[in-house]
């Protein structure tokens, strides 16, 4: 049941002495006063006809009046029609505005602008554009128009039911939390634009699942690194070595560099997934194999002079590091290939670092350091020049005790 009037709040004297008129929307257990931009002298009003009286323009004022009550129930019954959730906020919005659609910018188009943000890396506008199109999925299952979701629709019970949806195609727990972060964030940084101040995310809480592992011990590095791979493979070898020698670079920044990231013997770039900035002391070992690889024109490495996209590239590498190992030659000539490791990708490089670094009781805040991670009171970190000289001495020692057994036992 709705019902909207107008009352005359006195006790909200001006220094003229005139008070403003209000209108008074009720709808369900909605109970709200909106201004009417209008204020008379406290004898110029009827409380029991809701009218101006004894006023010179009394005639235009009612007329206004009546016309503004009038509105504010047809919006009412408009945003019944659409389906829309009508909360506090949203009624507000649409009275104050005369517009049944500027309730709130709609949490799809919110989303949209977030996804499409061009601050944001090519990557990380990927994947929100994935969480996105899982929406649209979502919402055509559920035979409802995503245009009409609103902030107050994501709520935890809709999240819950997002996410049994997202089980039918995707079982994987900590797959589908990619999703659910995405969606998390577009509501934080709806709250922070003042859009909404509806936020129902303090009671999702994301459980992950611990995943499998992803590094290769001392002894494994060894005996793949000293593997006799086949002619056309062994570009592929040398590049998973490369990687870890800049300990465990992303495949889309090492296809992306370029010459001049090659500053007094150092390798300085930014982070497509972080935009934090890195700066790697070249060893011996990785310039040889940046020097086998050269790219023409500007790029540092070959890469893209002969694959498409770093994408392209990320996949076929990928694929011929995980069929890597003895190869058996049968009769007629056929080869039947015996995996060092099935499952092996480019981050395990970097999983296998930190791993052996940490065996060798490198110290937790010069690993983290050395791959880009925030270690102990973020707000502190924020003030702390790390010195960059304990991540170089920490590489070295790795690829001294990894390639040449050399062991220094010293924090």
């Given at each position: 049941?709705?019902?909207?009037?107008?009352?005359?709040?006195?006790?909200?004297?001006?220094?003229?002495?005139?008070?403003?008129?209000?209108?008074?929307?009720?709808?369900?257990?909605?109970?709200?006063?909106?201004?009417?931009?209008?204020?008379?002298?406290?004898?110029?009003?009827?409380?029991?006809?809701?009218?101006?009286?004894?006023?010179?323009?009394?005639?235009?004022?009612?007329?206004?009046?009546?016309?503004r009550v009038i509105n504010a129930e047809m919006i009412i019954q408009q945003l019944r029609l659409n389906g829309r959730r009508i909360t506090a906020e949203v009624l507000r919005k649409c009275i104050e505005t005369g517009d049944a659609d500027a309730g709130s910018t709609g949490f799809m188009e919110f989303y949209r602008q977030i996804a499409s943000d061009?601050?944001?890396?090519?990557?990380?506008?990927?994947?929100?554009?994935?969480?996105?199109?899982?929406?649209?999925?979502?919402?055509?299952?559920?035979?409802?128009?995503?245009?009409?979701?609103?902030?107050?629709?994501?709520?935890?019970?809709?999240?819950?039911?997002?996410?049994?949806?997202?089980?039918?195609?995707?079982?994987?727990?900590?797959?589908?939390?990619?999703?659910?972060?995405?969606?998390?964030?577009?509501?934080?940084?709806?709250?922070?634009?003042?859009?909404?101040?509806?936020?129902?995310?303090?009671?999702?809480?994301?459980?992950?699942?611990?995943?499998?592992?992803?590094?290769?011990?001392?002894?494994?590095?060894?005996?793949?690194?000293?593997?006799e791979v086949e002619p056309y493979q062994v570009k592929y070898h040398d590049m998973f070595k490369l990687i870890f020698y800049l300990i465990g670079i992303n495949t889309i920044d090492l296809c992306h560099l370029k010459k001049e990231n090659i500053r007094e013997g150092r390798l300085e770039y930014r982070r497509s997934k972080t935009s934090r900035l890195?700066?790697?002391?070249?060893?011996?070992?990785?310039?040889?194999?940046?020097?086998?690889?050269?790219?023409?024109?500007?790029?540092?490495?070959?890469?893209?002079?002969?694959?498409?996209?770093?994408?392209?590239?990320?996949?076929?590498?990928?694929?011929?590091?995980?069929?890597?190992?003895?190869?058996?030659?049968?009769?007629?000539?056929?080869?039947?290939?015996?995996?060092?490791?099935?499952?092996?990708?480019?981050?395990?490089?970097?999983?296998?670092?930190?791993?052996?670094?940490?065996?060798?009781?490198?110290?937790?805040?010069?690993?983290?350091?050395?791959?880009?991670?925030?270690?102990?009171?973020?707000?502190?970190?924020?003030?702390?020049?790390?010195?960059?000289?304990?991540?170089?001495?920490?590489?070295?020692?790795?690829?001294?005790?990894?390639?040449?057994?050399?062991?220094?036992?010293?924090?």
């Amino acid at each position: 049941m709705s019902k909207v009037t107008i009352i005359h709040d006195c006790k909200r004297l001006r220094k003229d002495g005139t008070a403003p008129l209000k209108m008074v929307v009720r709808h369900g257990d909605i109970n709200m006063q909106i201004a009417a931009d209008m204020c008379i002298m406290p004898g110029q009003w009827n409380p029991i006809t809701s009218e101006v009286v004894a006023h010179p323009r009394r005639r235009q004022m009612n007329e206004y009046l009546k016309a503004r009550v009038i509105n504010a129930e047809m919006i009412i019954q408009q945003l019944r029609l659409n389906g829309r959730r009508i909360t506090a906020e949203v009624l507000r919005k649409c009275i104050e505005t005369g517009d049944a659609d500027a309730g709130s910018t709609g949490f799809m188009e919110f989303y949209r602008q977030i996804a499409s943000d061009e601050t944001k890396s090519p990557r990380t506008r990927e994947i929100y554009e994935a969480t996105r199109k899982k929406l649209v999925k979502y919402a055509a299952d559920t035979k409802v128009n995503p245009e009409y979701w609103t902030f107050e629709d994501i709520t935890r019970t809709w999240v819950s039911k997002f996410d049994k949806w997202l089980m039918a195609t995707s079982p994987s727990r900590n797959a589908r939390n990619i999703h659910i972060r995405n969606i998390r964030h577009v509501c934080n940084e709806a709250v922070a634009e003042h859009l909404t101040s509806f936020y129902d995310f303090k009671a999702v809480h994301l459980k992950y699942d611990e995943t499998p592992k992803r590094s290769l011990t001392v002894e494994q590095l060894r005996a793949f690194f000293a593997l006799e791979v086949e002619p056309y493979q062994v570009k592929y070898h040398d590049m998973f070595k490369l990687i870890f020698y800049l300990i465990g670079i992303n495949t889309i920044d090492l296809c992306h560099l370029k010459k001049e990231n090659i500053r007094e013997g150092r390798l300085e770039y930014r982070r497509s997934k972080t935009s934090r900035l890195y700066s790697i002391k070249l060893e011996p070992e990785a310039i040889d194999i940046i020097n086998r690889y050269a790219g023409d024109g500007d790029w540092l490495l070959d890469i893209l002079d002969r694959y498409k996209n770093f994408k392209d590239y990320t996949h076929r590498l990928n694929e011929n590091l995980q069929v890597m190992g003895n190869v058996e030659i049968g009769k007629h000539g056929k080869k039947t290939r015996n995996a060092m490791f099935p499952e092996l990708t480019t981050y395990w490089a970097r999983h296998s670092w930190a791993t052996i670094a940490a065996s060798l009781d490198i110290p937790n805040e010069t690993i983290a350091a050395a791959l880009g991670h925030t270690y102990g009171n973020k707000i502190t970190s924020i003030y702390i020049n790390f010195d960059q000289s304990k991540v170089d001495v920490a590489n070295r020692r790795m690829l001294d005790w990894v390639l040449y057994g050399k062991k220094e036992n010293r924090p």
